[in-house]
């Protein structure tokens, strides 16, 4: 994916979470997750990507973020 492709994807999920509202946008980050997480082949793909996210937001709670 290029710079411009990532900046495409990032403002279309960042209008749509905008357009679901806060009360909402659990539910869509969860199926948008699902979708792209159902485009791997293996577990083991999907796994490191999960435990990264969640390391990047240890890290934010950590920093009182």
């Known amino acids: 994916m290029t710079d411009t492709?990532?900046?495409?994807?990032?403002?279309?999920?960042c209008e749509a979470l905008a357009q679901v509202g806060e009360a909402r946008a659990p539910m869509l980050l969860a199926m948008l997750c699902l979708s792209l997480m159902s485009r791997f082949e293996r577990a083991?793909?999907?796994?490191?990507?999960?435990?990264?996210?969640?390391?990047?937001?240890?890290?934010?709670d950590a920093d009182g973020r």
């Not at 492709?5 to 999920?13: F, G, K, M, T």
């Not at 083991?44 to 934010?60: F, K, R, Y």
């Open 5 to 13: 492709d990532l900046d495409q994807s990032y403002s279309a999920v």
């Open 44 to 60: 083991d793909q999907v796994l490191p990507l999960i435990a990264n996210a969640l390391a990047q937001s240890d890290e934010g």
